[in-house]
C-alpha cells in the first residue's frame, strides 16, 4: 500500500519561511514525477509544483515563482516543499501527490497523480 505522509504546516506571519516534507512508503520515488498541491477554502485543488524523476526538471505555477522551491531525496523516499515569503493568499492545505504514469514529463491537473498524502494546513497571518 502507498502512503504519502505531508510535514511541516504550520501557522507563519506574512514574509516567514516553511519547509514542507513527504515521505513515501509502499514504493519508491525514483522514477516518477512528484507534484506538489493546495488547496484554500472554497476553492479547487491547484497544482503549486512538480519535479520530474532526478530533480532535472521542475515546473512551478507562476503565484509561486521565486518563492518556492520543491525538491526530492530519492535515497531518502522524500519530497520536499521549501515555501519563502509566504502571504496570507499562500493559505491553503498542501498535498504531495504522485504521478505513477510519468517520469520526465510534468503535469499540473489533478486527476494526472495517483497517490496523495493526507495533507498539512499552512496558514499565514498577515
Known amino acids: 500500500q502507498v502512503q504519502l505522509v505531508e510535514s511541516g504546516g504550520g501557522l507563519v506571519q506574512a514574509g516567514g519561511s516553511l519547509r514542507l516534507s513527504c515521505v513515501v512508503s509502499g514504493r519508491t520515488i525514483g522514477t516518477v514525477v512528484m507534484g506538489w498541491f493546495r488547496q484554500a477554502p472554497g476553492k479547487e485543488r491547484e497544482f503549486v509544483a512538480g519535479v520530474n524523476y532526478d530533480s532535472g526538471n521542475s515546473e512551478y505555477t507562476e503565484y509561486v515563482k521565486g518563492r518556492f522551491t520543491i525538491s526530492r531525496d530519492n535515497d531518502k523516499n522524500t519530497a520536499y516543499l521549501q515555501m519563502n515569503s509566504l502571504s496570507p493568499e499562500d493559505t491553503a492545505v498542501y498535498y504531495c501527490?504522485?504521478?505513477?504514469?510519468?517520469?520526465?514529463?510534468?503535469?499540473?491537473?489533478?486527476?494526472?497523480?495517483?497517490?496523495w498524502g493526507q495533507g498539512t494546513q499552512v496558514t499565514v497571518s498577515s
Open positions: 501527490a504522485i504521478d505513477r504514469h510519468h517520469a520526465v514529463r510534468i503535469l499540473t491537473i489533478p486527476l494526472e497523480y495517483d497517490y
